[in-house]
């Protein structure tokens, strides 16, 4: 059964944490058809660039 889990992966880190990600997908669900406007607005908010 241990063989069945995956191992810890090296990869790129995430770049917003859970909050940010749960932030991002209220703005979605508030307006879903303004993905680029959500996105911008949670720059602004975290002074992250996703890009």
Avoid: F, W
Avoid at 26 to 34: C, N, R
Avoid at 37 to 49: F, H, M, V
Wanted: aromatic fraction near 6%; hydrophobic fraction near 35%.
């Amino acid at each position: 059964m241990i063989g069945l889990y995956d191992a810890v992966r090296i990869g790129r880190k995430p770049i917003y944490t859970e909050a940010e990600v749960y932030r991002l997908k209220s703005l979605v669900d508030e307006e879903p058809h303004q993905l680029k406007r959500a996105q911008a607005i949670l720059e602004d908010e975290t002074g992250k660039n996703p890009a």
